[in-house]
């Protein structure tokens, strides 16, 4: 059953967005009176519901009956609702980069739509996401459409890498700092949405670490289950290589960009099971179907190298979110993986 169905059965086309209670406060309070922004930065890690946010903030900026009522207070009922839940609305425009970047072009049509009027509601909102690839040229010339928008005219930026986003840029923008999700919450949103068992639900909520998107999608998707393992298997392999493979290795990871970061996450994950296996704390594993192969990897390891890999694995995180050297950081971490002539057991 699609996501589809179920709001067609509710007969409710609220977009719906799960935790993030403050800024869904905040945005319907200023919708209220009236006093929105003529543009937002949502910034946060990636997975977290910043797009579904965005979206539902439109929704709500468009709706023909806006209420104080709900979340972000659309009604979900009306014509410009159904068009928003189903991407359809005329006036939501969406801009994602194309390839590695988002283009001084794409910029440029930005620009242009924005000087123009609704086509039907009372606000033409654009939404621009992954707005750190954006090129300097790219942004500086969405700066004077920042600085003097037209009065009809929303702006939504998603980024969930500030370091890369201009100074200028940040400062025009009303700042959203959004972060990862509570276990509770996403574990709540699986079972309600997916109509999971609770210790399932709980299981996968903290498999995905805060990043409700990342559980929605393995909740709905039987293969993406099949490529998170593959992700897991290709890092294991690198304990049975050599220095020097290890650092090939690296340079090949730092080359998929962001996300590294969500591999180390669920590298980690995986890690923190063999951890808990020695520890003897099995009812928080994380990775129940694997369990013969963390506990060969937690009965031939050192509890202290394990945990020792654990800690690098954080700091490395740490570090690439603050940019330094990222090659670097990998090669140094991969240096620090435990050695072993790895085998499957599958
Ligand atoms: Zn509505």
């Given at each position: 059953?699609?996501?589809?169905?179920?709001?067609?059965?509710?007969?409710?086309?609220?977009?719906?967005?799960?935790?993030?209670?403050?800024?869904?406060?905040?945005?319907?309070?200023?919708?209220?009176?009236?006093?929105?922004?003529?543009?937002?930065?949502?910034?946060?890690?990636?997975?977290?519901?910043?797009?579904?946010?965005?979206?539902?903030?439109?929704?709500?900026l468009t709706c023909e009956h806006?209420?104080?009522?709900?979340?972000?207070?659309?009604?979900?009922?009306?014509?410009?609702?159904?068009?928003?839940?189903?991407?359809?609305?005329?006036?939501?425009?969406?801009?994602?980069?194309?390839?590695?970047?988002?283009?001084?072009?794409?910029?440029?049509?930005?620009?242009?739509?924005?000087?123009?009027?609704?086509?039907?509601?009372?606000?033409?909102?654009?939404?621009?996401?992954?707005?750190?690839?954006?090129?300097?040229?790219?942004?500086?010339?969405l700066l004077k459409t920042l600085?003097?928008?037209?009065?009809?005219?929303?702006?939504?930026?998603?980024?969930?890498?500030?370091?890369?986003?201009?100074?200028?840029?940040?400062?025009?923008?009303?700042?959203?700092?959004?972060?990862?999700?509570?276990?509770?919450?996403?574990?709540?949103?699986?079972?309600?949405?997916?109509?999971?068992?609770?210790?399932?639900?709980?299981?996968?909520?903290?498999?995905?670490?805060?990043?409700?998107?990342?559980?929605?999608?393995?909740?709905?998707?039987?293969?993406?289950?099949?490529?998170?393992?593959?992700?897991?298997?290709?890092?294991?392999?690198?304990?049975?290589?050599?220095?020097?493979?290890?650092?090939?290795?690296?340079?090949?990871?730092?080359?998929?960009?962001?996300?590294?970061?969500?591999?180390?996450?669920?590298?980690?994950?995986?890690?923190?099971?063999?951890?808990?296996?020695?520890?003897?704390?099995?009812?928080?594993?994380?990775?129940?179907?694997?369990?013969?192969?963390?506990?060969?990897?937690?009965?031939?390891?050192?509890?202290?190298?394990?945990?020792?890999?654990?800690?690098?694995?954080?700091?490395?995180?740490?570090?690439?979110?603050?940019?330094?050297?990222?090659?670097?950081?990998?090669?140094?971490?991969?240096?620090?993986?435990?050695?072993?002539?790895?085998?499957?057991?599958?």
């Open positions: 059953m699609g996501t589809l169905t179920i709001y067609a059965m509710a007969n409710d086309f609220r977009i719906q967005v799960y935790g993030h209670h403050w800024a869904q406060t905040l945005l319907r309070r200023a919708l209220v009176r009236n006093e929105t922004r003529h543009a937002y930065l949502f910034l946060g890690p990636e997975h977290i519901g910043k797009m579904t946010l965005a979206r539902a903030f439109a929704q709500a806006f209420s104080d009522e709900f979340g972000l207070g659309a009604c979900g009922q009306c014509r410009s609702c159904r068009l928003a839940a189903a991407g359809m609305h005329p006036d939501h425009r969406f801009f994602a980069p194309a390839g590695s970047q988002l283009l001084i072009d794409q910029i440029r049509e930005v620009v242009r739509e924005a000087a123009l009027s609704p086509v039907e509601s009372r606000f033409k909102v654009f939404i621009l996401t992954d707005f750190e690839r954006a090129n300097v040229n790219a942004a500086n010339a600085e003097e928008p037209s009065a009809t005219t929303r702006i939504i930026l998603i980024s969930h890498q500030p370091s890369g986003l201009l100074d200028t840029i940040i400062s025009r923008c009303q700042l959203l700092r959004l972060r990862p999700l509570p276990e509770e919450t996403i574990t709540a949103a699986l079972v309600e949405r997916f109509g999971l068992e609770a210790e399932s639900a709980r299981r996968l909520a903290r498999l995905s670490n805060g990043r409700i998107g990342r559980a929605f999608e393995l909740a709905q998707d039987p293969e993406s289950w099949q490529t998170y393992y593959q992700r897991i298997q290709q890092l294991n392999e690198t304990l049975a290589y050599s220095p020097a493979q290890r650092i090939a290795y690296a340079q090949k990871l730092e080359k998929q960009g962001q996300q590294v970061e969500t591999l180390l996450q669920e590298w980690l994950l995986w890690w923190r099971d063999v951890l808990l296996i020695q520890n003897n704390s099995h009812t928080l594993i994380v990775h129940e179907g694997h369990l013969d192969e963390l506990t060969a990897l937690a009965e031939q390891l050192d509890p202290t190298l394990v945990r020792r890999f654990v800690e690098a694995i954080l700091t490395t995180s740490r570090y690439l979110r603050k940019n330094v050297n990222r090659q670097l950081a990998l090669e140094v971490l991969l240096l620090k993986a435990p050695v072993q002539a790895y085998n499957r057991t599958q």
